[in-house]
């Protein structure tokens, strides 16, 4: 069964940075992270598509960072400068080379100010 474990966000003060780390147990057409927050769309963090493009939402691009992490089929989000929005949960989601999507449990982010 294909899985994905995420690790790491948590708590942190406006202006300071996270990390959070998406392993997935086989490797990936794509991977990176979606977030939602209540009376918000679901957005676009970063992801990682076929080795090679990356995309970044709007409203983290020169913000956060995300790239292949050191373990096996798995990435890595930098989260710096955050602000109070945000604060959501994010998903780390994949997708297989079959085109089959995957979304991990996910893991909240809360930034105080």
């Known amino acids: 069964q294909v899985q994905l474990v995420e690790s790491g966000g948590s708590w942190a003060q406006a202006g300071g940075s996270l990390n959070l780390s998406c392993v997935a147990s086989e490797p990936m057409w794509s991977m990176g992270w979606y977030r939602e927050a209540p009376g918000r769309e679901r957005e676009l963090v970063a992801r990682i598509i076929n080795d090679r493009r990356i995309d970044y939402g709007d409203s983290v691009q020169g913000r956060f960072t995300i790239s292949k992490g050191a373990a096996r089929n798995s990435v890595l989000l930098r989260m710096n400068n955050l602000n109070p929005q945000d604060t959501a949960k994010y998903f780390c989601?994949?997708?297989?080379?079959?085109?089959?999507?995957?979304w991990g449990q996910g893991t909240l982010v809360t930034v105080s100010s």
């Open positions: 989601v994949a997708r297989l080379f079959t085109n089959a999507e995957i």
